[in-house]
């Protein structure tokens, strides 16, 4: 998952200190979102303005949820293989 935030303050040529004091946040809330903290209420909106954007374009995309749905594919043929031996290879396959 690429972290929005970070990119358009990169982009902005900001630091992460520069962009807690335009937000009125804490520089340890600015290191927290960065690493993937979820982003809602007034912290969405105080760095949506800081950083001249719209809140929807921090929230993430639905391109993690893709990729959930691998995993639970992968999951199940695991689960598959110790009910039927070898099950595990026919469900990957199909």
Do not use: H, W
Not at 75 to 89: T, V
């Amino acid at each position: 998952m690429e972290n929005q935030v970070k990119m358009l303050r990169e982009k902005k040529n900001m630091t992460q200190n520069e962009l807690a004091e335009k937000s009125k946040l804490s520089l340890r809330t600015v290191q927290r979102v960065e690493t993937g903290s979820t982003l809602k209420g007034f912290t969405l909106n105080a760095l949506a303005q800081a950083l001249d954007s719209r809140p929807e374009d921090l929230i993430c995309t639905t391109k993690d949820t893709i990729d959930v749905g691998r995993a639970k594919i992968i999951n199940l043929s695991a689960l598959f293989g110790l009910i039927f031996p070898f099950g595990g290879l026919l469900l990957l396959l199909f």
